[in-house]
């Protein structure tokens, strides 16, 4: 769950877009924060474009704790 500074990750605009990329082809699954990408286009006036295959959730954090509920681990860098 991407959301704040790290939404960048998961748009075209990433560094690491090969990285994602390759992690999304074994499955993993990245989501977007709605609230953040909210307010990065009101401040900038352009909604950030995401990877395709990037989903998008409402709010982050939410979704962050119904997969803590469901037993996923939180990890930050």
Same mark, same amino acid.
């Given at each position: ?5 790290? $939404?960048? +990750?998961?748009?075209?605009? !990433?560094?690491? $877009?090969?990285? #994602? %990329?390759? +992690?999304?082809?074994?499955? #993993? ?8 990408? *909210?307010?990065?286009?009101?401040? !900038?006036?352009?909604?950030?474009? +995401?990877? *395709?295959?990037? %989903? %998008?959730? %409402? ?5 962050? $704790?119904? +997969? ?10």
């Amino acid at each position: 769950v991407a959301y704040g500074p790290g $939404i960048w +990750l998961v748009t075209e605009k !990433s560094a690491f $877009i090969k990285r #994602v %990329e390759s +992690l999304m082809m074994q499955n #993993v699954t990245f989501t977007a924060c709605g609230n953040t990408l *909210d307010t990065v286009e009101q401040s !900038s006036g352009t909604r950030p474009k +995401l990877l *395709d295959g990037v %989903e %998008e959730t %409402e709010a982050g954090i939410a979704r962050i $704790i119904d +997969l803590q509920e469901k037993g996923w681990s939180y990890l930050s860098p």
